[in-house]
């Protein structure tokens, strides 16, 4: 059913719309490819199959003064030279020229890969960049002291069951807990069977390396038992 409010709200399916367009489905979605579940379904198969090619997909204004112009959009994607290999596209608008084309910023791929900056992921998540430095941040948001560390942690399973546990992580973050103070950390962590997570490495901000010790005090400290 149809509805359509005196204040323009559009219903598809609700003759009660609460958004401009409110659409409510009435069967459970689910993965069965011929299952017509979905509450909104765009095709377009204008481009035909073919690997690169794009299918159904959604664009989005901007907030200014010119509206009709595709300023974000998500596409259907075929991934792979089969032409039911797809995945998504992302779009965006970086440039200041209202003329100029959207490019693609991220592409999830038929696999899952994640490609953030190529359409072409060869790993769950690939970041790719032209510029020469920094390409991924992690930062950390709570108050400052010398505790607040961002990271990346290392899991994998451990028993035949399947269940997974971290097992290692590099850390880095504020050494010390000045303010105003930048000075800076970087710790490498692993962890013994049923421990915790340990620091055994440790770059200060002078760049000395203590193993062993988190107060290195020359350019290499160790401190191991045996």
């Known amino acids: 059913s149809l509805t359509i409010l005196a204040g323009g709200n559009v219903g598809i399916g609700t003759d009660s719309p609460s958004y401009t367009t409110h659409i409510k489905g009435t069967t459970a979605w689910n993965t069965t490819y011929n299952n017509f579940s979905n509450d909104l379904f765009l095709e377009n198969t204008s481009s035909g199959a073919g690997t690169g090619n794009f299918g159904g997909s959604i664009g ?47 592409r999830i791929d038929a696999s899952g890969n994640v490609g953030i900056g190529t359409s072409s992921p060869n790993r769950k998540v690939t970041l790719a960049d032209s510029v020469n430095g920094y390409n991924l941040g992690l930062q950390q948001t709570s108050a400052y002291n010398s505790g607040n560390q961002s990271g990346i942690v290392f899991s994998a399973p451990y028993n035949t069951g399947g269940s997974v546990t971290d097992l290692a992580s590099i850390r880095g973050g504020k050494e010390n807990a000045t303010d105003g103070d930048f000075g800076g950390k970087l710790g490498f962590y692993t962890r013994t069977n049923a421990g915790s997570d340990t620091e055994r490495m440790r770059i200060d901000s002078s760049g000395n390396v203590g193993i062993g010790t988190s107060s290195p005090t020359s350019a290499l400290t160790t401190n191991v038992t045996a």
Request: with cysteine.
């Open 60 to 106: 989005f204004s901007g907030s200014g003064t010119e509206p009709t112009n595709k300023r974000v959009v998500i596409a259907a994607v075929q991934t792979g030279s089969d032409q039911d290999e797809c995945g998504l596209a992302f779009f965006t608008h970086p440039s200041l020229a209202g003329s100029t084309d959207v490019v693609e910023a991220m």
